[in-house]
């Protein structure tokens, strides 16, 4: 659960999502509508086979004294060129993900992968390919061997929370906010890979800031074109991202692990 969000944010949206957000129904059109396109065509794969193997690079093990001095830490090249390119590629279309609930998380989401209660949540895999990137992805991330180089990088043995994917387009903001780790002081570490985009400012690159009014900048990556940013939502600093201009857009996977208990 979001908190911390400025009382002014909610007076700076646009006519659309004044309009969207205050008539729920709307919402569930969206929904329908696009569950309607799901079942017609309910053949096509939302994600088919992959060709590649996924390598996410030696960059990732580097950040490690960076997040552990700073909290949060950034790279770019992280996934290997072939695999990067079928992501790419075979990213889903939006109807398969869910529309946005709350002016707060203006950008569309799904995919969700619970691993809270040792049973993750697969309802989407009824649209993917059983060798699908995302579901190779979704097997590198809660391996073994990425877990022990999770933990390595974050100092503590860490187990995986949830995965899932972000799209977002024109209009979509993220209010800068903390969240519940924060208030509950839970460490935790979160990765956003930046799958792709436009690589200029304000193309919905995930921020962190010292106040929740854009005014102390700590971090924005320009760069979200296969990188990636992780950071511990238990530190003192914001992150959202401002809204995204005409023209550009961002796919990305997040991910969250939290300590061993």
Known sequence: MAYGIHSSFLTRQTFKEKIYFSHPIIISIVLRYRNI??????????????????????????????????GWAYQEDILNNNFHKDVVDNWPSIMYFR?????????????????KDNNPDYYWQKYTDTNSWYNIFV???????????????????????????????????????????KKNNLDNLTCVFFIDGVNEIDSGGLTLVNDNQWNDI????????????????????YHGFRRINKGKYRYALLCNFTPEE
Request: charged letters at 20%; hydrophobic letters at 45%; aromatic letters at 14%.
């Open 99 to 115: 529309p946005a609930i709350n002016a707060y998380k203006y950008y569309d989401w799904g995919f969700v992968v619970n691993f």
């Open 218 to 237: 700590i971090f924005q990556p320009v760069n979200i074109l296969n990188s990636i940013i992780i950071f511990n939502k238990n530190n003192n600093f």
């Open 139 to 181: 097997r590198y991330l809660s391996s073994s061997q990425f877990l022990d180089r999770v933990s390595r990088v974050s100092g503590m043995p860490m187990k995986i929370d949830f995965i899932l994917l972000t799209l977002a387009n024109q209009g979509s903001r993220l209010a800068l906010h903390m969240d519940e780790e």
């Open 37 to 70: 396109l799901r079942i017609i065509l309910f053949f096509k794969k939302s994600i088919g086979k992959c060709s590649s193997n996924i390598v996410i690079g030696e960059s990732f093990d580097l950040m490690k004294d960076h997040y552990q001095k700073e």
